[in-house]
């Protein structure tokens, strides 16, 4: 026993479903973690013979699986949650959301907002979120204090806000902030053009250039209403992405997001260019936006992740909520009760994510040598009995709730349900705050 290998942590579980390989389950298994990496997978019976871990963290009634990857939101929107409902999409941004975002938005919002969000989604089992937002160094401070990994939107807009006066300005100003951050550990970076109607051909092409440089990745709405690709027939004489593909964007570095309206030919595009797909079935539904063709762009083999959205249009930055609204979806628009298993829809949720954002090396799934990016949800609860199948439970039955714990890097960031790095009251007296000033100004 003397000679037994000294590591940080071993975390012992009822089942582990590590995403790689696929469709499997383990039962009574431990992850063995150190200085934040994944050392090994194993039975429990031989991580105790083999390890000497500073801690063991024992979850016998828990499932592990990688932490969830939601592959789009505006993080600090969270601050408008339940503002503006019930409205379609060009009309609530045009006459709401902008206009608040106007009056409201500046580094101190983002930066309250996105804590906010950050706490949302750790306790929601969420460990990385690709963000889109104004003023991204607010985000970057939320995210290293929070402790979550994140890409973090570079965004562009072709209109003057609080953060930026032009595109070249909201450019410059993002180029700054990640060749400042780009070497922190759990920060990585997406150019962040908003959307075709937002953003003209010039702006693309020059963001084109820098991310073909720097080899990151490209973040749009693309496809997401009837009303944008309208917009950009009357405007520019073809589709949106149509538009996108004569100007050379169409690449496996673009991350489309919300895709809903497409055409056969639109979507074999799609997969011949590598692209992935962000697909955000509670917002769509919320905004009346329509039901994205998920069956048919997996069919074709396409890149499909998951997101929230931005709690504004959702009002939720719950990932287990997205996973069952796909799965039923893609059955209910398919007519195929095979079209998104739960299996498949977990690593929508995780490994796919982690691919689209080029992060696929370091997380999205649990293996070895991989960052210990992991969540732990209970499975103790009286709704969760019996459990023949746990991947499906977590699809089609657990809730956000049943998250117990979560690690990021090998740190926990959830204890038993209990924050460890963000002060929830802290929190409510600045969304308090917000909450006061939106509401005053609104009325």
């Known amino acids: 026993m003397n000679d037994r290998l000294e590591i940080d942590t071993v975390i012992e579980a009822k089942w582990i479903i590590p995403i790689e390989p696929a469709e499997i389950t383990l039962n009574q298994h431990a992850i063995a973690v150190d200085k934040g990496i994944i050392k090994a997978i194993l039975p429990i019976s031989e991580a105790r013979l083999r390890y000497k871990p500073q801690q063991t963290i024992t979850l016998n009634d828990h499932a592990l699986i990688p932490g969830l990857i939601n592959l789009h939101t505006h ?41 906010l969000a950050c706490a949302e989604m750790i306790k929601g089992g969420i460990t990385c979120f690709n963000d889109m937002y104004f003023f991204p160094e607010s985000c970057v401070e939320a995210v ?15 209109f003057p806000t609080a953060y930026a006066s032009d595109a070249d300005d909201y450019l410059a100003k993002g180029l700054k902030l990640r060749d400042q951050y780009h070497q922190h550990p759990l920060l990585s970076f997406c150019f962040a053009p908003h959307a075709p109607y937002t953003v003209s051909d010039k702006t693309f092409s020059s963001i084109l ?29 073809v589709r949106p992405i149509e538009r996108l593909h004569q100007l050379g964007l169409l690449s496996p570095n673009l991350i ?38 998920v069956p048919a762009l997996l069919n074709q083999g396409v890149n499909v992740g998951l997101g929230t959205d931005g709690a504004a249009s959702n009002n939720r ?34 490994l796919n994510g982690a691919n689209a954002l080029g992060l696929g090396e370091i ?21 969760l009995t019996p459990c023949y199948d746990p991947a499906s439970h977590l699809v089609y ?16 960031l959830l204890d038993d349900k209990e924050l460890t790095t963000l002060n929830p009251f802290e929190l409510q007296y600045r969304t308090a705050y917000w909450q006061e000033r939106i509401a005053t100004t609104s009325r």
């Open 363 to 383: 997380t999205g799934s649990l293996a070895v040598g991989k960052a210990a990016d992991i969540t732990a949800i209970n499975f103790s609860a009286l709704n």
């Open 144 to 158: 290293i204090h929070s402790g979550m990994r994140a890409a973090i939107g570079m965004i562009v807009i072709d």
């Open 209 to 237: 250039t820098y991310a073909e440089q720097l080899n990151t990745p490209i973040h749009t709405h693309l496809h997401e209403s009837q009303d944008e690709i309208r917009i950009n027939l009357e405007s520019n004489g």
């Open 75 to 115: 993080a600090a929107m969270t601050l408008m949650r339940g503002f503006a409902d019930d409205l379609p999409l060009m009309e609530w941004l045009n006459k709401h959301i902008w206009p608040i975002e106007k009056q409201h938005v500046d580094a101190q919002f983002v930066l309250d907002g996105t804590q």
């Open 256 to 293: 489309a997001v919300h895709m809903v309206h497409l055409t056969d030919h639109e979507i074999k595009l799609v997969h011949q260019y590598g692209c992935s797909v962000a697909h955000c079935p509670s917002s769509n539904m919320k905004l009346a936006s329509g039901f994205a063709p």
């Open 397 to 412: 039955t657990v809730s956000r709730e049943q998250v117990s714990h979560v690690w990021v890097n090998g740190r926990m």
């Open 317 to 350: 930055l719950d990932m287990f909520e997205e996973m069952r609204q796909a799965a039923l979806l893609a059955k209910a628009t398919s007519g195929q009760a095979d079209a998104l298993p739960a299996h498949q829809a977990l690593r929508m949720a995780t």
